[in-house]
């Protein structure tokens, strides 16, 4: 837990400032406007072992929220700026609103000003400008920040529900491969000294591992191969639709994906952005390789007077199920709306499966790791076993 101090107003108006202990700036963030305060500022206090820096998506959404609300206060968005940059402590989303409140005051507007800062989305430049249009940009930055909200707390639990496996997993075979590099060449030589034959498993087992260089080099060849599938996965349409039949692991990056894109697309429409350029950006914003390289596509049928509904269907990536949810909400003439609540049901299924992953891994990681030093405490036990049987007779 850290302490933040905060300076702002309550609902009357009055000017209103204290402390608030939280895990993050977002969580400091929630406290504040819980307690019907909307701050002009939120800064870390500084104890003497500092907690870490917040993610940048913290940041980010808290940004964005405080922007919302001060610009309803009619607050001018250059001091808004500077009030919000100087609640952050140092780094490079600091420095790049810094930034954008000197393009500000230079004459620029804001979705201009955000263009060359390297912590905004290349999409979010698209939601300003379509906010600024519509007159409604204080909404545009309350969606962007609960949209990043949602999909930053999915993350989080999708890197916890892997790395306590994968931890669990790397010390077992930590423990296993040290023992029979470092041991088993110990038994080699016991065997030998007692004429002691050895089963056939551990007879393998001494082959591969009475020197280093094949554990080694089996190691070597895992990680290249890992790191050649992970760039395939990520770097081609083929790839991406393999990773998203994983189970369980690709549903949940299969409905972050396509949360994402509602979610833009949502704050796109209900900002009143025409649906055939709304569209292409969304599907950038889903960071999709297949729905990105479909853009161009897309938005012509768009163009030609076809139905959203009638667009989607053309990817695998959506599900027809989805594309015919977007079609009814479409019909209903409240697409945007459909978009924002299809972007919240996606949130909680990817969640949900989330901590189904979990569930499966975390015991199957315990599991592997009982059998990996199971069999090492077998491979160790054996050749007392044997001598002993061998005196006895």
């Not at 933040?4 to 402390?19: I, K, N, S, Y």
């Not at 962007?144 to 790397?170: C, D, F, H, M, Q």
């Not at 729905?291 to 596509?297: G, I, K, Q, T």
Request: hydrophobic share 50%.
């Amino acid at each position: 837990m850290a302490t933040f101090r905060f300076r702002g107003t309550d609902g009357a108006g009055a000017p209103a400032e204290g402390q608030v202990e939280a895990a993050t700036l977002e969580a400091a963030s929630e406290e504040v406007r819980g307690n019907g305060i909307l701050s002009l500022s939120l800064q870390r206090v500084e104890t003497a072992e500092p907690a870490p820096h917040a993610p940048d998506i913290d940041a980010f959404s808290f940004f964005n929220r405080s922007l919302a609300d001060m610009t309803r206060l009619g607050v001018p968005l250059p001091r808004a700026i500077s009030e919000i940059a100087r609640g952050l402590r140092g780094g490079r989303f600091k420095r790049d609103l810094e930034s954008v409140e000197a393009a500000l005051r230079e004459g620029r507007n804001f979705s201009q000003a955000v263009s060359a800062a390297a912590s905004f989305p290349p999409h979010y430049r698209a939601m300003l400008r379509a906010g600024e249009a519509s007159g409604n940009l204080a909404g545009v930055l309350l969606s962007v920040a609960r949209n990043s909200e949602g999909l930053v707390r999915v993350k989080r639990a999708l890197i916890n529900a892997l790395t306590y496996p994968l931890i669990v997993l790397g010390f077992g075979a930590a423990l296993a491969t040290g023992f029979l590099v470092y041991i088993l060449p110990m038994y080699e030589r016991l065997y030998r000294t007692f004429g002691m034959e050895p089963s056939g498993v551990m007879r393998l087992v001494i082959g591969f591992f009475s020197t280093a260089a094949w554990p080694v080099a089996g190691g070597i060849v895992l990680i290249v191969g890992a790191i050649a599938t992970l760039a395939w996965m990520n770097r081609s349409a083929s790839g991406e639709a393999a990773l998203y039949r994983l189970p369980l692991l690709g549903r949940v990056l299969h409905r972050i994906m396509l949360a994402r894109l509602f979610g833009s697309l949502g704050i796109l429409l209900r900002a009143r952005a025409p649906l055939p350029d709304a569209l292409p950006v969304a599907l950038a914003a889903s960071g999709s390789i297949g729905l990105s390289a479909m853009a161009e596509s897309m938005r012509a049928k768009l163009a030609e007077g076809r139905p959203l509904g009638d667009v989607l269907p053309l990817s695998p990536l959506v599900p027809p199920e989805i594309a015919g949810y977007v079609a009814l909400g479409d019909k209903l003439g409240r697409l945007g709306d459909s978009c924002a609540e299809l972007t919240d049901l996606l949130t909680e299924q990817a969640s949900a499966a989330t901590d189904t992953l979990f569930l499966v891994l975390f015991p199957a990681a315990l599991a592997s790791t009982g059998a990996l030093l199971g069999g090492a405490c077998i491979a160790l036990l054996q050749p007392h076993f044997q001598f002993l049987e061998r005196v006895g007779r």
